[in-house]
């Protein structure tokens, strides 16, 4: 599956970006079909797209302790 990431795209930080400018982040923008993720500190590099269900499925991995668990790539 390929995403072209535009300028529409509505980035926000993770709310463990750190203190002083928050630069030591990734960011996410959401779509009905996908999730972009970018490094905050380079933002016009590439970025990662992933299905939303595979990013809930990380998301809630994370959430769980990291165990692993079925992820629908």
């Not at 928050?22 to 923008?29: L, T």
């Not at 972009?36 to 499925?57: C, H, I, M, Q, Y």
């Amino acid at each position: 599956m390929r995403h072209t990431v535009t300028p529409s795209y509505h980035w926000r930080k993770s709310s463990y970006s750190g203190g002083g400018e928050g630069n030591n982040c990734v960011e996410i923008a959401t779509r009905p079909t996908h999730i972009a993720v970018r490094d905050s500190k380079r933002p016009t590099e590439r970025t990662l797209v992933v299905p939303s269900g595979a990013f809930r499925a990380f998301i809630s991995s994370l959430k769980d302790g990291g165990r692993p668990g079925p992820v629908g790539l």
